[in-house]
C-alpha cells in the first residue's frame, strides 16, 4: 500500500497528540504497584520541583521530535540539488537533514554526511526513534548519505539527482544492503540538563 505525504502528515501530527498520552498511561500503569512510596520522597521530589521539571523535559523533547518529522514530511518534492540548503534551490541529502534540524530545533549540523555521523551518537538499529539520523553507504564510502528516521522502518530524505524529497522504506534490498549506522543527534540532551540543573 502506497502512503499519500498527506495521509503521513495525518498520521504524524495525531502521533504527536497520543505519544504524551501513552507515556503518562504507562507510567501510571508501571507506577501503580508501588503505591507503598514514603510520603518523604514524593514530599522531597513535590518540594523541588522535579516532577515538573521532568514532565516538561519530556514534553519538550516529544515536540521537538515531532515538529522535526511534521517539518521534513512538509518538504515532500523539493527537488534533488547537490550543495542544496533550502527548498527554494533544492537540497541534498546532507543539506536537508541541516536544515531540518536547523528550523526545528534550532541545531546546526556539520554540512556534510560523514561529519553529521561524526558529531552525533552512535546508536543501534533496534533504538532507532523518528528524528534519529540514518547513513547509508551510497557512493562506495560509509556515511555518504544521511536521512531522517520517521518511524516505521522508514526515512525521509533527498535522494539523487533528478529526484525529490522522498520516504523510503529502509528494509528495501538497495537500503540493506548500503545501511552504515543510526545516529542521535544530543542537543535535546544539553537542554535536558539545563532544565534540570545537572
Known sequence: M???SLFVIHILRAMRFLLPVCLLIAFAAHAAPQQDRTEELDSLLADKGLVNQLQQVRQTVVDRTSDLVVTAIGFLGVPYRRGGNTAETGFDCSGFVRAMYNQTVGYLLPRRAEEQAAATQKIDRSELKPG????????RRAFSHVGIYVGEGKFIHSPKPGAQVRVEDMSGSYWQRRFSGARRVQAAQGEINANTGD
Open 132 to 139: 534519529d539520523l540514518v547513513f547509508f553507504n551510497t557512493m
Open 2 to 4: 502506497k502512503l499519500t
